[in-house]
């Protein structure tokens, strides 16, 4: 919104009314609840210097420690009639362990597990396309192995002899 710079009396005169309303508003508030809200909060002073001791939180006992538990299941089998949970296939637990150890700033932790897990394909971490980009190039292989079906392969965007190589030297206008 842009102020108004051209302001006449009668808009002087509202504005200058509306912030009387205002402190009067505030005024009035003031007498019928400050001395209530004062009286609180000396109340609360009053506490905190009755005890003498700043607020503490309870200490609480370590617990026991839990015994370790068994191996977990193998993976489960991904022939037709195997149970699988959920869409993504577990994590192998060498790589899992990753997470725990070190911290992401040196390259360690959490950093290092993510870039092992991007620097597997799709086809290797899911059982099946998740999505629809997934589909295209799902157990492809390498880009390398590919054949190019015959098409022609490109160097370079760019045209070795110029835009106008085969143009006729007699077109160009003078």
């Known amino acids: 919104m842009a102020r108004q710079l051209n302001m006449d009396t009668l808009q002087q005169d509202f504005w200058k009314e509306e912030y009387l309303k205002e402190l009067m508003l505030r005024f009035r508030w003031h007498q019928r609840y ?3 809200v004062k009286a609180r909060q000396e109340q609360l002073r009053q506490r905190r210097q009755a005890t003498g001791q700043p607020l503490k939180l309870p200490a609480l006992q370590s617990p026991a420690p839990v015994p370790q538990a068994e191996q977990p299941p193998e ?3 991904r022939a037709a009639g195997g149970i699988q ?3 993504m296939m577990p994590v192998a637990p060498e790589v899992r362990q990753l997470l725990y150890q070190g911290i992401s700033q040196d390259g360690e932790g959490r950093r290092r597990y993510l870039t092992l897990r991007t620097a597997r ?3 290797e971490k899911y059982y099946t396309p998740v999505t629809t980009n997934f589909v295209y190039g799902w157990q492809m292989g390498e880009p390398g ?3 190019l ?3 022609c392969r490109i160097e370079s965007f ?3 002899n110029g ?3 085969l143009l006729d030297p007699r077109d160009v206008a003078m």
Do not use: D, H, M, N
């Open 163 to 165: 835009a106008f190589s």
């Open 121 to 123: 394909a799709p086809e």
């Open 85 to 87: 949970e959920g869409e």
């Open 34 to 36: 400050g001395a209530s």
């Open 158 to 160: 760019f045209r070795k």
């Open 145 to 147: 192995q590919q054949a």
């Open 149 to 151: 079906g015959g098409r």
């Open 75 to 77: 993976e489960p089998a």
